[in-house]
Nanobody, 124 residues
Framework: QVQLVESGGGLVQAGESLRLSCSISERTFRNYAVSWFRQAPGKVREFVAGIGWNGINTILIDFVEGRFTISRDNAKNTVYLQMNSLKPEDTAVFYC?????????????????WGQGTQVTVSS
């Protein structure tokens, strides 16, 4: 069973940074696409960023481009989401998800495994 564990969330002020980590138990993780989604209170879960198996194919949703970066370290079975210049509207629970497909997509239904989420709160 593939397990994903997110960490790195917390409470920060607007303009500050956080780095989220997604640790994946499966050794074959290096063949998987991994993405980050988020869900704010009262809103639907939305795609944030995704990265393909080789770290070259990346996707960022437009409202985080220039502020967020996604990367992966296959030797550590970990995917990172570096979030800079955080805004109050970034407040949400952030989830990582893994797909057995090699390339990332922005569609939640394409992902087979999900973590429990980590809370990110940005105060103004």
């Amino acid at each position: 069973q593939v397990q994903l564990v997110e960490s790195g969330g917390g409470l920060v002020q607007a303009g500050e940074s956080l780095r989220l980590s997604c640790s994946i138990s499966e050794r074959t993780f290096r063949n998987y696409a991994v993405s980050w989604f988020r869900q704010a209170p009262g809103k639907v879960r939305e795609f944030v960023a995704g990265i393909g198996w080789n770290g070259i194919n990346t996707i960022l949703i437009d409202f985080v481009e220039g502020r967020f970066t996604i990367s992966r370290d296959n030797a550590k079975n970990t995917v990172y989401l570096q979030m800079n210049s955080l805004k109050p509207e970034d407040t949400a629970v952030f989830y990582c998800a893994a797909s057995t497909e090699p390339l990332a997509s922005g569609v939640a239904e394409d992902y087979d495994y999900w973590g429990q989420g980590t809370q990110v709160t940005v105060s103004s």
